[in-house]
């Protein structure tokens, strides 16, 4: 495979993009796995939400 006189910035622009997917892919792991943690604290604390209440429970 041939790049030419390029190859170095080709393959550094790939290998970076690669990086920032790798990083942007574990944050999201880690922010979920946080979220969750957190939702677990509030529900074993009492804290219930909206979305679990019906209608007639609102008003």
Known sequence: MALGPYASFIVTSYGLAAAVVLVLIAWIAIDYRRQKAR?????????????????????
């Open 39 to 59: 939702l677990r604290e509030l529900d074993a604390a009492g804290i219930v939400r909206r979305s679990g209440r019906g209608a007639a429970d609102i008003i």
